[in-house]
């Protein structure tokens, strides 16, 4: 169940207008560690999309083979954000590798 404050957050992250913007306000919001452990699994996400496998995936972001194992799981059979938001970044940023489901 989702609260309102969850909510009043989500809606805060897509009030946000630029990507300096969105630099302070996460810096604000997290720690360095938990920014760069989002960062990682993000990475993560994308490289499995590429059928990168699991062991150059942990050595490249520093991510457990549990993580990665978990981030495939929601990859393949989560919600569809992961796939939603790789097929959107792919699609507008044509430097990035297309991916693959």
Do not use: C
Not at 46 to 59: A, G, H, V
Request: net charge positive.
């Amino acid at each position: 169940m989702e609260s309102s404050e969850t909510t009043d957050l989500y809606k805060t992250i897509l009030s946000l207008k630029t990507l300096p913007e969105a630099k302070l306000f996460f810096r604000d919001l997290l720690t360095e560690s938990e920014i760069r452990e989002f960062s990682m699994r993000w990475k993560a996400a994308q490289m499995l999309s590429q059928n990168i496998p699991y062991t150059e995936i942990q050595k490249q972001t520093g991510l457990s083979s549990r993580t990665v194992a978990r981030i495939s799981k929601w990859l393949s059979s989560g919600m569809n954000g992961y796939k939603k938001m790789i097929t959107r970044t792919t699609h507008t940023n044509p430097s990035t590798k297309k991916a693959r489901f």
